[in-house]
Protein backbone atom coordinates (compact mmCIF):
# COMPACT_ATOMS: atom_id res chain seq x y z
CA UNK A 1 0.00 0.00 0.00
CA UNK A 2 1.15 3.47 -1.15
CA UNK A 3 1.59 5.95 1.95
CA UNK A 4 -0.10 8.68 2.61
CA UNK A 5 -0.20 11.48 0.41
CA UNK A 6 -0.11 15.12 1.57
CA UNK A 7 -3.19 16.44 3.46
CA UNK A 8 -5.49 18.84 1.28
CA UNK A 9 -6.46 22.15 2.69
CA UNK A 10 -8.27 22.41 5.70
CA UNK A 11 -10.60 24.81 3.27
CA UNK A 12 -11.63 22.60 1.04
CA UNK A 13 -15.34 22.57 0.67
CA UNK A 14 -17.45 19.56 1.31
CA UNK A 15 -17.75 17.02 -1.61
CA UNK A 16 -20.19 14.73 -1.52
CA UNK A 17 -20.03 11.21 -3.23
CA UNK A 18 -23.30 9.10 -3.36
CA UNK A 19 -23.13 5.51 -3.66
CA UNK A 20 -26.57 4.14 -5.77
CA UNK A 21 -28.13 1.00 -6.39
CA UNK A 22 -31.51 0.02 -6.53
CA UNK A 23 -30.59 -3.17 -6.73
CA UNK A 24 -29.89 -5.24 -3.10
CA UNK A 25 -26.11 -7.46 -2.92
CA UNK A 26 -24.09 -5.16 -5.09
CA UNK A 27 -21.85 -4.47 -1.88
CA UNK A 28 -23.04 -0.86 -1.71
CA UNK A 29 -22.29 -0.75 1.74
CA UNK A 30 -18.84 -2.57 1.76
CA UNK A 31 -17.48 -0.22 -1.20
CA UNK A 32 -18.70 3.32 0.19
CA UNK A 33 -17.28 2.48 3.64
CA UNK A 34 -13.48 1.31 2.38
CA UNK A 35 -13.71 4.43 -0.23
CA UNK A 36 -13.99 6.43 2.72
CA UNK A 37 -11.60 4.81 4.55
CA UNK A 38 -9.26 5.02 1.36
CA UNK A 39 -9.56 8.82 0.91
CA UNK A 40 -9.34 9.41 4.96
CA UNK A 41 -6.25 6.99 5.48
CA UNK A 42 -4.40 7.85 1.74
CA UNK A 43 -5.04 11.67 1.79
CA UNK A 44 -5.63 12.77 5.33
CA UNK A 45 -9.19 14.45 4.58
CA UNK A 46 -11.39 14.48 6.69
CA UNK A 47 -14.33 12.05 6.18
CA UNK A 48 -17.82 11.31 7.28
CA UNK A 49 -20.12 8.51 6.34
CA UNK A 50 -24.09 9.07 6.29
CA UNK A 51 -25.75 6.02 6.73
CA UNK A 52 -29.26 6.43 4.92
CA UNK A 53 -30.04 2.92 4.98
CA UNK A 54 -32.99 1.32 7.57
CA UNK A 55 -30.77 -1.36 7.91
CA UNK A 56 -27.97 0.82 9.25
CA UNK A 57 -25.10 -1.72 8.38
CA UNK A 58 -22.44 1.30 7.64
CA UNK A 59 -23.17 2.86 11.46
CA UNK A 60 -22.79 -0.72 13.05
CA UNK A 61 -19.78 -1.09 11.53
CA UNK A 62 -18.31 2.14 12.69
CA UNK A 63 -19.58 1.29 16.32
CA UNK A 64 -17.16 -1.38 15.93
CA UNK A 65 -14.12 0.78 14.45
CA UNK A 66 -11.56 1.71 17.00
CA UNK A 67 -10.27 4.36 14.78
CA UNK A 68 -12.05 7.93 14.89
CA UNK A 69 -11.80 8.68 10.92
CA UNK A 70 -14.18 8.21 8.72
CA UNK A 71 -17.07 9.16 11.34
CA UNK A 72 -19.85 7.50 10.79
CA UNK A 73 -23.41 9.40 11.06
CA UNK A 74 -26.67 8.00 10.48
CA UNK A 75 -29.82 10.02 9.05
CA UNK A 76 -33.68 9.17 7.94
CA UNK A 77 -33.73 9.30 4.48
CA UNK A 78 -35.89 12.30 4.68
CA UNK A 79 -33.00 14.17 6.68
CA UNK A 80 -30.69 13.20 4.00
CA UNK A 81 -30.22 17.39 2.83
CA UNK A 82 -29.95 18.62 6.42
CA UNK A 83 -27.63 15.58 7.06
CA UNK A 84 -25.19 16.77 4.49
CA UNK A 85 -25.56 20.28 5.32
CA UNK A 86 -24.63 19.64 8.99
CA UNK A 87 -21.79 17.93 7.90
CA UNK A 88 -20.53 20.80 5.67
CA UNK A 89 -21.14 22.77 9.10
CA UNK A 90 -18.92 20.54 11.08
CA UNK A 91 -16.08 21.05 8.32
CA UNK A 92 -16.23 17.75 6.80
CA UNK A 93 -14.13 17.61 3.50
CA UNK A 94 -15.72 14.41 1.86
CA UNK A 95 -19.01 12.80 2.65
CA UNK A 96 -20.03 9.48 1.57
CA UNK A 97 -24.07 8.53 1.65
CA UNK A 98 -24.71 4.95 1.61
CA UNK A 99 -28.27 4.50 0.51
CA UNK A 100 -31.01 2.20 0.60
CA UNK A 101 -31.82 0.01 -2.54
CA UNK A 102 -35.02 -0.90 -4.04
CA UNK A 103 -36.49 2.68 -2.99
CA UNK A 104 -35.95 5.59 -5.50
CA UNK A 105 -37.02 8.61 -3.92
CA UNK A 106 -33.72 8.24 -1.28
CA UNK A 107 -31.39 7.20 -4.61
CA UNK A 108 -32.79 10.74 -6.37
CA UNK A 109 -32.36 12.64 -2.71
CA UNK A 110 -28.51 11.16 -2.48
CA UNK A 111 -27.96 12.03 -6.35
CA UNK A 112 -29.60 15.52 -6.30
CA UNK A 113 -27.25 16.34 -3.31
CA UNK A 114 -24.02 14.45 -4.43
CA UNK A 115 -21.09 16.26 -6.14
CA UNK A 116 -20.45 12.89 -7.52
CA UNK A 117 -22.72 9.36 -8.28
CA UNK A 118 -21.06 5.87 -7.81
CA UNK A 119 -23.28 2.97 -8.88
CA UNK A 120 -21.88 -0.74 -7.63
CA UNK A 121 -22.93 -3.21 -10.08
CA UNK A 122 -22.21 -7.01 -9.88
CA UNK A 123 -20.76 -8.52 -13.38
CA UNK A 124 -23.67 -11.04 -14.07
CA UNK A 125 -26.79 -10.77 -16.00
CA UNK A 126 -28.89 -10.14 -13.66
CA UNK A 127 -27.19 -7.37 -12.11
CA UNK A 128 -25.95 -5.39 -15.26
CA UNK A 129 -29.77 -5.75 -16.40
CA UNK A 130 -30.91 -4.29 -13.08
CA UNK A 131 -28.74 -1.41 -13.12
CA UNK A 132 -30.58 0.70 -15.83
CA UNK A 133 -33.03 2.27 -13.51
CA UNK A 134 -30.18 3.60 -11.42
CA UNK A 135 -28.55 5.10 -13.81
CA UNK A 136 -31.84 6.59 -15.14
CA UNK A 137 -32.45 8.64 -11.72
CA UNK A 138 -28.84 9.91 -11.65
CA UNK A 139 -29.35 11.60 -15.46
CA UNK A 140 -32.82 12.23 -14.51
CA UNK A 141 -30.95 14.76 -12.64
CA UNK A 142 -28.23 15.85 -14.87
CA UNK A 143 -25.25 14.29 -12.86
CA UNK A 144 -23.14 11.35 -15.38
CA UNK A 145 -22.73 8.51 -12.67
CA UNK A 146 -19.73 6.87 -12.41
CA UNK A 147 -20.16 2.99 -12.69
CA UNK A 148 -17.75 -0.03 -10.35
CA UNK A 149 -18.23 -3.53 -11.10
CA UNK A 150 -17.82 -5.14 -7.80
CA UNK A 151 -17.81 -9.16 -6.95
CA UNK A 152 -16.02 -9.94 -9.56
CA UNK A 153 -14.24 -13.70 -10.01
CA UNK A 154 -10.79 -13.62 -10.00
CA UNK A 155 -9.02 -15.30 -12.88
CA UNK A 156 -12.44 -15.26 -14.85
CA UNK A 157 -13.46 -12.64 -17.98
CA UNK A 158 -16.62 -12.13 -16.57
CA UNK A 159 -15.69 -8.95 -14.68
CA UNK A 160 -14.01 -7.31 -18.56
CA UNK A 161 -17.31 -8.73 -20.18
CA UNK A 162 -19.34 -6.25 -18.00
CA UNK A 163 -17.26 -3.78 -17.99
CA UNK A 164 -17.98 -3.90 -21.82
CA UNK A 165 -21.91 -4.45 -21.78
CA UNK A 166 -21.97 -1.76 -19.06
CA UNK A 167 -20.21 1.18 -21.41
CA UNK A 168 -23.10 0.78 -23.26
CA UNK A 169 -24.79 2.53 -21.15
CA UNK A 170 -23.06 5.20 -22.03
CA UNK A 171 -21.45 6.46 -18.95
CA UNK A 172 -17.78 5.83 -17.70
CA UNK A 173 -17.41 2.40 -16.30
CA UNK A 174 -14.34 1.89 -13.66
CA UNK A 175 -11.14 -0.16 -15.43
CA UNK A 176 -10.18 -1.54 -12.10
CA UNK A 177 -12.96 -4.29 -10.94
CA UNK A 178 -13.26 -5.10 -7.23
CA UNK A 179 -12.69 -8.97 -7.03
CA UNK A 180 -14.68 -10.93 -4.59
CA UNK A 181 -12.30 -11.38 -1.49
CA UNK A 182 -12.84 -12.65 1.74
CA UNK A 183 -10.71 -9.91 3.33
CA UNK A 184 -13.05 -7.25 2.14
CA UNK A 185 -15.55 -9.03 4.88
CA UNK A 186 -12.87 -10.05 7.46
CA UNK A 187 -11.89 -6.70 8.19
CA UNK A 188 -15.55 -5.85 8.81
CA UNK A 189 -15.67 -7.96 11.69
CA UNK A 190 -13.55 -5.50 14.39
CA UNK A 191 -14.53 -2.61 12.13
CA UNK A 192 -11.70 -1.95 9.85
CA UNK A 193 -11.28 -1.92 5.65
CA UNK A 194 -8.78 -4.29 3.50
CA UNK A 195 -6.35 -1.22 3.63
CA UNK A 196 -5.82 -1.71 7.35
CA UNK A 197 -6.07 -5.77 8.08
CA UNK A 198 -4.06 -6.12 4.46
CA UNK A 199 -2.62 -3.71 3.48
CA UNK A 200 -0.04 -4.99 1.16
CA UNK A 201 -2.94 -7.25 -0.16
CA UNK A 202 -5.04 -7.84 -3.56
CA UNK A 203 -7.90 -6.46 -1.78
CA UNK A 204 -6.44 -3.37 -0.75
CA UNK A 205 -4.63 -2.28 -3.87
CA UNK A 206 -7.84 -2.96 -5.91
CA UNK A 207 -9.71 -0.72 -3.43
CA UNK A 208 -6.85 1.98 -3.80
CA UNK A 209 -6.39 1.61 -7.76
CA UNK A 210 -10.75 2.58 -7.97
CA UNK A 211 -11.42 5.16 -5.60
CA UNK A 212 -8.06 7.29 -7.06
CA UNK A 213 -9.72 6.55 -10.32
CA UNK A 214 -12.98 8.11 -8.55
CA UNK A 215 -11.89 10.67 -7.28
CA UNK A 216 -10.37 12.09 -10.17
CA UNK A 217 -13.62 12.53 -11.84
CA UNK A 218 -14.19 14.28 -9.05
CA UNK A 219 -11.45 16.65 -9.17
CA UNK A 220 -12.90 16.94 -13.10
CA UNK A 221 -16.18 17.76 -12.03
Known amino acids: MAGKKK ?40 VAVLDVDPQGSAASWGRRRAAVAPEVLQAQPGDMAAAVEAARAAGFQFLFIDTMPHVEQPAADAARLADL ?20 IAQALGKTPLILVNN ?70
Not at 118 to 126: A, E, F, H, M, N
Open 7 to 46: SESAAQPLRVVGFLAQKGGTGKTTLTLHCAVAEANLYGSR
Open 117 to 136: VVIPCGPSVLDIEAIGATVQ
Open 152 to 221: GRPGSPIQKHAAEVLAGYGVPVCPFPIMRRAALADAFTDGRAVMELEPNGKAAAEILAAWNWIRQHLRED
